[in-house]
T-cell receptor
Framework: GDSVTQMEGPVTLSEEAFLTINCTYT??????LFWYVQYPGEGLQLLLK?????DKGSNKGFEATYRKETTSFHLEKGSVQVSDSAVYFC????????????FGQGTTLQVKP | DGGITQSPKYLFRKEGQNVTLSCEQN?????MYWYRQDPGQGLRLIYY???????QKGDIAEGYSVSREKKESFPLTVTSAQKNPTAFYLC????????????FGSGTRLTVV
């Protein structure tokens, strides 16, 4: 079945460090891929998305490229800030156009000043 | 501005009581979803609805009930049969197929004492 695997957290970085959060997926067909961010006590917000192979989603300095050959959608940011501390979820649209998203387990990012 | 509203943000109930969580959207989305999130955990799907007057069980539907009488509204009732109801509940909506992802509400934190 369809699934999403994220690197385990927490990930702890110093301010201005380079961020990579790994996400790999298993799916049939051509799913759309997403990164969501959740700040403490809040709902999830869509951070970026990519709908076909080789697409690059980007927003607020974050980027992720849809790599079909490696079934990956790794999240990157060149210089993190304390305000980026949050939980990040990778997700994909489930096969068969059911409209359901499959979410990874989430990766907690802590950025220290 | 279009969005999805969950109310209340915090809810306290005594053990054995049913409680209903509200979710309203003005995005004209056909599909709506309820998720449960426990501390440090990912999202677990409770119920979803792809059209008015129709809904399906998710992965953890036992002890919960929903209705979808209007396109804009998808209330969740946590019944006394739910053994561990204390959690953070998230409502989301999407267009059919969810190709552009979900829009989430800000969540309701339910505490049962």
């Amino acid at each position: 079945g369809d699934s999403v695997t994220q690197m385990e957290g927490p990930v702890t970085l110093s301010e201005e460090a380079f961020l990579t959060i790994n996400c790999t997926y298993t799916a049939t067909g051509y799913p759309s891929l997403f990164w969501y961010v959740q700040y403490p006590g809040e709902g999830l917000q869509l951070l970026l998305k990519a709908t076909k192979a080789d697409d690059k989603g980007s927003n607020k300095g974050f980027e992720a490229t849809y790599r079909k050959e490696t079934t990956s959608f790794h999240l990157e940011k060149g210089s993190v800030q304390v305000s980026d501390s949050a939980v990040y979820f990778c997700a994909l649209t489930r096969s068969g156009n059911t409209g359901k998203l499959i979410f990874g387990q989430g990766t907690t990012l802590q950025v220290k000043p | 501005d279009g969005g999805i509203t969950q109310s209340p943000k915090y809810l306290f109930r005594k053990e054995g009581q049913n409680v209903t969580l509200s979710c309203e959207q003005n995005l004209n989305h056909d599909a709506m979803y309820w998720y449960r999130q426990d501390p440090g955990q990912g999202l677990r799907l409770i119920y979803y609805s792809q059209i008015v007057n129709d809904f399906q069980k998710g992965d953890i539907a036992e002890g919960y009930s929903v209705s979808r009488e209007k396109k804009e509204s998808f209330p969740l009732t946590v019944t006394s049969a739910q053994k561990n109801p204390t959690a953070f509940y998230l409502c989301a909506s999407s267009e059919q197929g969810a190709h552009y992802g979900y829009t989430f509400g800000s969540g309701t934190r339910l505490t049962v004492v």
